[in-house]
């Protein structure tokens, strides 16, 4: 059973299994930034029905899915498609060793995301997403750096192939999401738990203070 604080009584599942699917990386990333773009989900290896299915099931009202990205000193970053009927959108959300409930993280550099996808996992092993291509696609909503470096196209075109992007166009997607980047975070920075009585303060990211990420 998934459980995250904060989020009691609401339906969350376990997501993991769903990055695997077809249609997971255009719902994610497609339709908030390359469909208005004239470029299909074929970018990102799926078609028209993959997306479809994958859509209905990413925001079902009756099953909210989790995705928990560990970090290596404790802290974790948890992605929620909070399924509200009259609210749906995307959560990100940090929980650290001793705070009461998650908060939220409103975004990240270029740095920081690349440290998040490639920097270290917890000794012990932990659950959640430990594959470096799916924790980097599952948080560059949350990308907002107006001067990434010459290398992130690179890093953001391996990552599309890895998780199933053809080879001929991820170098054009992957620069169409970064321009994308730079101009606005793509999720609802302000949209908190639906359970949260007061907007509780925004989390540093927790590799904001590590060193370089490779």
């Known amino acids: 059973m998934t459980t995250l604080a904060g989020y009691e009584n609401r ?10 699917r077809p249609g997971f990386w255009p719902n994610h990333l497609w339709a908030p930034c390359c469909q208005a773009a004239g470029a299909g989900p074929e970018r990102f290896g799926a078609d ?14 009756g099953r909210w899915p989790v995705f928990r990205v560990p970090c290596a000193d404790g802290r974790e970053v948890t992605v929620v498609y909070h399924n509200l009927v ?15 409930g998650p908060r939220p993280l409103r975004a990240l550099t270029w740095r920081e995301l690349d440290r998040a996808a490639h920097g270290p996992l ?21 990308l907002d750096d107006h001067a990434v ?23 054009a997607t992957a620069r169409h999401l970064l321009d994308h980047a730079a101009g606005e975070v793509w ?5 908190d738990s639906p359970l949260s009585g007061a907007e509780p303060e925004a989390a540093r990211s927790p590799w904001s203070d590590l060193g370089p990420p490779r």
Request: proline share 14%; charged share 20%; no cysteine.
């Open 122 to 142: 917890p000794a012990t092993g932990a659950d959640g997403i430990t594959d470096p291509a799916a924790r980097l696609l599952l948080l560059f909503p949350l």
């Open 11 to 20: 339906p969350l599942a376990d997501g993991g299994p769903l990055l695997g």
């Open 48 to 61: 028209g029905a993959d997306v479809d299915a994958l859509y209905e099931t990413l925001t079902d009202p």
């Open 187 to 191: 999720h609802d920075p302000q949209w």
């Open 86 to 100: 009259d609210d749906p959108g995307v959560a990100y959300l940090l929980t650290a060793p001793g705070d009461s």
């Open 149 to 171: 470096p010459d290398e992130a196209a690179a890093t953001v075109e391996s990552a599309l192939v890895a998780v199933g992007a053809p080879q001929d166009t991820a170098p």
